[in-house]
């Protein structure tokens, strides 16, 4: 129509154009681009939004299996190729010869020996390394991230302080995931994928790097190196993947509520105990040392929001408030908002009890009533009275309206005066 549409409008407009269907992935794309400082261009979020299309297509044919909780894998497309007849995808995502995306599949790392020298780190202890198969060099054109396993993925609360961190040992992964970028070691960012969990909820990694975890076997561990690990920033704990492990020439074993994991030469490296639920996972706990904040009692009672003093000290001395160390709390604390918020009025009397004033003028009474439903002659609507405690003397003054209060108040004092 001759009108030029700016790039942030067209997004918008492809936001509010997608079915309800579509708010979680919505959602995970706007904050997976702000976690990354990426800037969401409609090119991005239209291939974002073809790729959840796609998985969803791929999705509809209804699998044989009743158990699907532990499935994690892409579901496979009963469609042929008409370039290698092969089923599970169509000519215009096929990776063989003759195809428009010719040679764009997952390339796999055939030297295992060559990635574990380049893994190697400075530390005295020798550290394994789980390294995944795919290499992560360029992440313009990798489509294997965007149907990477998540099973057991929980969100992490925003602010969320953790006393302990968690590993899951996970057969259903297909790649190791973690949302604690600030312990990876040469971390690199990436542009938002979408990781698909088994629950069909969808979140992004926008890192890589390696990840140095401890592996229990009894009351010992052996320090372990997970290669180029996922960055997912709204998971609550890393995954490990188990497919990666045994890709990586180890043995893993389960066996009587256990999952044992054996080095290539035969030596058994890691123990975890099944828990209750059936999961493997191990959870670390760690004291963080964070220098204390010397701060006021009343400083504390505004940032709690006028938390009574009483309460405040509870909170600190049981740890519910950390990093925080309460200095001169001994002082009465004295907060005018707090005094006004509970000032109270006199309770008004049905009946008089006291004494009444000894001289006119002592105590006044007064009351303004109104608004009136018909206006008087003069086209007033309110009164105000004022009455003697002494004598019970009754003066009344007629208003137009309520701020003409002040001035017949005036009045009436300097007449009781004179």
Known sequence: MGKLISDEDYTDILLASLPPSYDSSCSSISNSAHLGSQVLTANVFEGLILDKFTYHELKKPSSSSKDKAFSAD???????????????????????????KEGQGPRRNKDKDKSKDTSA?????????????????????KDWVKT???????????????????????????????PFCEWFLNYKAIKPHAILAANKQAFYAVGTGDLRIEVPDGKSST???????????????????????????????????????????????????????????????????????????????????HIAPDTLHTLVSRGAVEGIELINNRAPLICDPCEHGKSMRKVIQKEHQALLARAFGDEVHTDIWGPSPMLSLGKRK????????????????????????LEKYKEFTAWAHT
């Not at 992490?156 to 996970?170: F, I, S, V």
């Open 74 to 100: 892409t579901p496979r497309s009963k469609k042929q190729c008409s370039n290698c007849n092969k089923h599970g995808h169509v000519k215009a995502n096929c990776w063989a010869k003759g195809s428009s």
């Open 223 to 305: 320090p372990i190196l997970l290669k180029d690990i996922l960055h997912a920033p709204e998971m609550g704990l890393t995954i490990v993947s188990i497919d990666q492990i045994t890709k990586a020439g180890y043995l893993v074993i389960f066996e009587a509520s256990t999952c044992k994991i054996k080095h290539p030469n035969g030596t058994v490296i890691g123990t975890i105990p099944a828990t209750a639920n059936g999961l493997y996972k191990v959870e670390h706990a760690y004291t963080a040392s964070v220098a204390l904040e010397c701060i006021t009692l009343s400083t504390l009672h505004w940032c709690l929001v």
């Open 148 to 178: 990477a396993a998540a099973a057991g993925s929980t969100l992490a609360q925003p602010g969320q302080m953790h006393r302990t961190t968690t590993e899951l040992y996970n057969s259903g992964a297909s790649q190791h995931m973690s």
């Open 121 to 141: 780190t400075a530390e005295e202890v020798p550290l394994d390394a789980w390294a995944t198969i795919e290499e992560i060099e360029d992440s313009t054109d």
């Open 382 to 405: 309110y009164y105000i009275t004022f009455t003697d405690d002494s004598m019970c003397y009754t003066h009344i003054d007629i208003l137009h309206t309520k701020d003409e209060a």
